[in-house]
């Protein structure tokens, strides 16, 4: 397995509402993407404050290759 398949293999999808809108939505808890992939996390004075999609998408991409390369 390469490097960015094992490491999006490793994240954890979750449900969840919004408790600000009782909106329901889907995605990842930043505190435990910041554990697998550092670079994917938005820091604000020291304290994660959000994800960064486009590094995430990279990652992703990257995933997809390895997958390919190996066939």
Do not use: N
């Not at 994240?11 to 435990?32: C, N, P, R, Y």
């Not at 550092?38 to 960064?52: D, F, H, M």
């Amino acid at each position: 397995m390469g490097v960015a398949l094992d490491k999006i293999s490793k994240l954890k999808v979750v449900s969840f509402d919004w408790e600000e809108t009782d909106e329901h939505d889907i995605g990842m808890i930043a505190e435990e993407v910041a554990k697998i992939i550092p670079e994917a996390v938005w820091y604000s004075e020291g304290k994660i404050t959000g994800l960064k999609p486009l590094t995430l998408i990279a990652v992703l991409v990257k995933a997809i290759q390895e997958i390919q390369e190996s066939k």
